[in-house]
């Protein structure tokens, strides 16, 4: 446990006050509608939303997981969630414009847009329950873990003391602020954390113990660590940690903040864009400060914990008070910082509170959204004021906050839920990208995806099917066993058996009516050849729904700057892990990727931007 200051304690006391007063400022005009409350008027720029969504992502668990996986897999080891990059920018070129362009105020409302009939109100309903509340709570409930094992390693505080303080405070701001007070704190929020991650792995580096970054990279626990690549020569770790990623799990995943089409809250950040070219433009801001800036301190307090903490024993000996059922390679993140000192302890303890309240409040808003928009005014109560639907909007937050925390409790570490959540969403996130531009999927064609993918991922996780089908380490128990097929089989076999599952169902079960394809159609002007059959059947009816000119579909040029974006941001992310580790020719060769496919890409995104607007 670690003993603060003044100084610290100012810093602390004086953020929770800063956060608060923006909270109650704002909560006057946040509280008129709805459209307020949720999503600010769309009155948002790209460069505020944009650094809202990096907050948003930079949580008290990210730290945690990052170390987790380079203590356990080695710096390659994120490619578990440096694959999402892909994702990431195919959402910034090809669907923020759609989102923005759809004027739906949730992303889930957008069901009864694409889809028509009870099947779509049903899909609708139980989504924004299922994402709303049990997802989202489930990411909550890691976050709050996070913060509880930081208070615990930290300030010697109990879980209840942790949550409780911590809590509190999100939870008033977000109720009373909504939306606009969300995305103004995250501002403050994004530049306070980013402050003291960078502060903290300088310190971490340069530790006695550690001896400077030089004796870091020579160290014998750390020198097998450093690959960013994994090995080509160990099968199961190329396939595991690079080719599963890449191959499969970026467009069949379904996870929060990294949705293949976009989705949950970055979606709902698109929506309050001010238009169409706010919301690319707050996008692609989000990805190159997500994957090209932030990674590295926190890889480099997991290399440095590497010497001071070799194992879980060691960290145990350190901190013998952590209670039994929290004790994990995660918590060597926490036990590094104690070892700052006091002032600047301070402004890292309020960075890693920064990194809490954003994402918590995030989810809080995002979650009682779909609850007001997409259930209770759909289903409880349609003829509701705006005034009643912000209070549900406000009680439905306090709810969340309080189910998570509970749930948090019980949890051991953030990489367990990280992977269940992962494994839930298996071979949903190809129709999230398909639905927008294949006239043929219908809500069938979602619910059947949604209900083979969860029954697959709970007989494999959580039952004896699991264990007789795949060997190596179960998911829940980390007990080694044999089974048929290799553990790295897990994820792909969910994700073959829901892609085929929903597959069949859409080709056997009937389309969308016309009535509902034309009016898609017609207001999101998809384009491209998996709409020209209906668009070819509109005018056979008389109804021609497409304004588009020749030439003026651009998703293969959005597809073409995805992959430019991808190498420019990848070859900044890993020059700047070059030029840390000491390798200079490979450090110099990717900074010159960086500027020529940048170069490459500014090119592609005005001719995109020219097609579009």
């Not at 929770?16 to 007063?21: K, W």
């Not at 609708?124 to 913060?147: D, E, H, K, P, Q």
């Not at 940690?241 to 950040?269: C, D, F, K, N, T």
């Not at 553990?487 to 389309?511: C, D």
């Amino acid at each position: 446990m670690i003993s603060l200051n003044a100084y610290d304690y100012a810093f602390i006391i004086g953020f929770f006050l800063v956060t608060l007063t923006i909270g109650f400022v704002v909560s006057k005009k946040s509280g008129k509608s709805t459209s307020e409350y949720f999503l600010s008027g769309r009155t948002m720029p790209w460069w505020l939303l944009g650094v809202s969504m990096v907050a948003t992502t930079f949580s008290t668990d990210t730290p945690n997981l990052v170390t987790d996986i380079v203590r356990n897999k080695g710096v390659s080891g994120n490619w578990v969630w440096w694959a999402f990059l892909i994702t990431g920018l195919l959402t910034v070129f090809v669907y923020a414009k759609l989102w923005r362009k759809s004027g739906v105020n949730t992303d889930i409302e957008f069901y009864e847009l694409r889809y028509g009939g009870r099947p779509a109100r049903f899909l609708r309903a139980f989504r924004a329950i299922y994402l709303g509340v049990v997802f989202n709570v489930l990411a909550m409930s890691a976050v709050t873990l996070a913060a509880i094992k930081i208070g615990q390693v930290m300030l010697g505080l109990s879980p209840l003391e942790t949550i409780f303080i911590g809590g509190l405070v999100t939870v008033v701001f977000s109720t009373v602020g909504g939306f606009k007070g969300v995305v103004y704190t995250d501002f403050i929020l994004f530049f306070v954390a980013m402050f003291g991650g960078i502060a903290a792995a300088y310190y971490c580096v340069n530790l006695p113990e550690v001896g400077g970054l030089t004796a870091l990279m020579e160290n014998e626990n750390v020198v097998n660590k450093l690959d960013i690549l994994p090995s080509f020569t160990d099968t199961e770790a190329l396939i595991t940690l690079l080719i599963i990623p890449l191959a499969v799990q970026w467009w069949s995943a379904w996870y929060p903040g990294a949705e293949p089409g976009g989705g949950g809250y970055i979606a709902q950040r698109m929506l309050a864009a001010k238009n169409e070219n706010h919301a690319i433009g707050a996008t692609f801001f989000f990805n190159i400060l997500h994957y090209a800036l932030r990674p590295w301190p926190w890889i480099l307090v997991a290399l440095a914990s590497l010497v001071v903490y070799p194992d879980i024993a060691s960290i145990h000996e350190a901190f013998p008070n952590i209670a039994e059922d929290k004790l994990g390679h995660d918590l060597a993140y926490s036990a590094m910082l104690t070892k700052l000192p006091n002032g600047l302890l301070g402004i890292v303890l309020t960075s890693l509170i920064a990194a809490y309240m954003s994402t918590i409040s995030t989810h809080l808003n995002w979650g009682s959204s779909y609850i007001v928009n997409d259930f209770y005014k759909q289903h409880i109560k349609s003829e509701a004021s705006e005034k009643e639907l912000v209070n549900v909007g406000r009680l439905s937050t306090v709810l969340l906050m309080v189910i998570s925390a509970a749930l948090a409790l019980v949890l051991t570490n953030a990489l367990q839920l990280f992977n269940i959540i992962l494994m839930f969403g298996a071979g949903t996130g190809l129709i999230f990208i398909l639905r927008w531009f294949w006239w043929r999927i219908n809500a069938w064609s979602e619910i059947s995806a949604m209900v083979v993918s969860g029954i697959i991922s709970i007989l494999i996780s959580f039952t004896s099917f699991g264990d007789w089908l795949f060997g190596g380490a179960n998911i829940l128990t980390g007990v080694e066993i044999d089974g048929l097929m290799p553990s790295w089989m897990t994820y792909p076999f969910i994700v073959l058996v829901t892609t085929v599952s929903w597959l069949l169902v859409t080709f056997l079960t009937p389309p969308e009516t016309n009535s509902t394809l034309f009016d898609f159609c017609k207001k999101i002007q998809p384009g491209g050849p998996g709409w020209s059959k209906v668009i070819a059947k509109s005018k056979l009816e008389g109804k021609d729904i497409s304004v588009m000119t020749s030439g003026s579909w651009n998703v293969p040029s959005g597809i073409l700057a995805t992959l430019v974006g991808c190498i420019a941001v990848y070859s900044a992310l890993f020059a700047t892990g070059y030029w840390i580790y000491g390798r200079y020719t490979k450090a110099l060769l990717l900074t010159l990727s960086t500027i020529v496919f940048a170069f490459i890409l500014k090119l592609l995104w005005k001719k995109i931007k020219a097609v579009t607007f």
